[in-house]
């Protein structure tokens, strides 16, 4: 290679005669004028040895040619394959396109503002839940196509209060709304019935408030999400190891500040970061609505004498003046309000454990103040004369007068 180099430069630098070069390098003359008639660099290459599945090759192309998907195990037993399968099969994948037609894969791609893929991911990780209570509530997940823009928010249940509520939360702070939304059978999406999909009422009404598309995957095939499915575990294998968390809230609070790192690194499919095609992902998408969508908990009762309200198997207590009068209960992902006639009776934080009774203390308090005003201002029973009579008189009724 240092020769062949050298001689070039002679030669064409130089302007040095082929004579001049075989004495100066002491190679011979054949040798430089190869060099010089040589635009690429010698390179050894040894002979090709023959192989032991050479004497087999007809036999496997007539094979091939009769059955192009025949297994190479198969194959081997067909022509008597006595040596090491790994030879045969290496053969069998090189003349096995020569039979078969092409099937290349289609890529798929996304257009700017097109569709975000939606999922739940339940992180395995006990969440400690209030009341001395863990546990391992779903997490929505969101993935933007074209930016590859990934957020999320743990949720208090599955439900599809809190999974409308949970969508909401993420759009808003995306700040517009991608034309699709991608979905599995999740029961409080929709699923497929008849071989058709079918949309929750729920569900129905938030999209028809957004004004978007919902995209329901067929059972069994979660290669339809791939890129959100692609987020839980990066979501498990990144963002969970070494960490612990004390609350709901302080998960939430990890984990925005993780995803802010996270649209930040270089995306390998992408070449680039996702918060690079966030701008032009949410030009093209759809503005949020003008008016914010009914989502989260909504009833309507008239309020028992213990005053209390059950909400997603937890009780709250309410002011006890709304006391046989109907109220309304709300509930976001973080408050539960209760209102009688416009005016607010209660507020609590949302409990995310289960079967827990919530008290506020005013409540308690002005219970206890009205039980005592009804006890002093309600009056006592009046006394009435009874009439009593012997007991003769009933004897004489039953005719018992001369009984024994």
């Not at 270089?266 to 030009?283: I, M």
């Not at 093209?284 to 008016?291: E, H, K």
């Not at 309020?303 to 046989?324: F, I, K």
Request: with cysteine; charged share 25%; proline share 8%.
């Amino acid at each position: 290679m240092e020769d062949w180099a050298e001689i070039r430069r002679l030669h064409r630098a130089e302007a040095m005669p082929i004579k001049a070069i075989v004495r100066k390098l002491g190679i011979s003359r054949n040798a430089v004028r190869g060099a010089l008639a040589s635009e690429e660099p010698p390179k050894y290459e040894r002979p090709a040895k023959g192989s032991l599945v050479d004497a087999f090759d007809p036999e496997i192309r007539r094979l091939l040619a009769g059955w192009p998907t025949m297994p190479a195990t198969v194959i081997a037993e067909r022509i008597g394959w006595p040596h090491s399968m790994t030879v045969l099969k290496g053969r069998v994948r090189e003349l096995r396109p020569l039979f078969t037609p092409p099937d290349p894969a289609s890529r798929t791609t996304y257009q700017p503002g097109g569709l975000a893929q939606c999922d739940l991911w339940f992180p395995p990780v006990d969440v400690p839940l209030g009341f001395g209570h863990t546990g391992r509530p779903p997490v929505l997940v969101m993935v933007c196509g074209y930016s590859r823009n990934l957020d999320a928010s743990l949720l208090p249940s599955r439900q599809a209060p809190d999974l409308l509520a949970g969508h909401w939360l993420l759009l808003s702070r995306l700040g517009r709304v991608p034309r699709a939304l991608v979905w599995d059978n999740e029961a409080a999406v929709g699923s497929w019935r008849a071989g058709r999909p079918k949309l929750t009422d729920d569900f129905e009404a938030f999209r028809g408030t957004l004004g978007i598309r919902v995209i329901q995957c067929r059972p069994r095939d979660p290669e339809a999400k791939g890129l959100v499915e692609r987020a839980n575990g990066y979501l498990e294998t990144s963002f969970l190891p070494g960490r612990r968390f004390t609350s709901p809230c302080d998960f939430n609070t990890q984990l925005q500040a993780w995803l802010v790192l996270a649209n930040s690194r270089q995306h390998r499919a992408l070449g680039c970061r996702p918060v690079d095609r966030l701008e032009a992902d949410r030009a093209a998408m759809l503005n949020l609505p003008p008016v914010t969508p009914t989502v989260g908990w909504r009833t309507s009762l008239r309020l028992p004498r213990d005053h209390y309200v059950r909400l997603d198997s937890n009780d709250y207590s309410v002011h006890p003046s709304a006391v046989g009068r109907r109220v309304e209960v709300a509930a976001d992902l973080d408050a539960v309000t209760v209102s009688c006639a416009g005016r607010q009776v209660a507020r609590h934080a949302r409990c995310w454990a289960r079967h827990q009774s919530i008290t506020d203390a005013e409540h308690l308090a002005a219970a206890k103040a009205l039980r005592h005003e009804r006890a002093t201002t309600v009056p006592a029973p009046v006394a009435t004369d009874v009439e009593t009579r012997a007991l003769s008189a009933y004897d004489a009724a039953f005719g018992l007068d001369g009984a024994a």
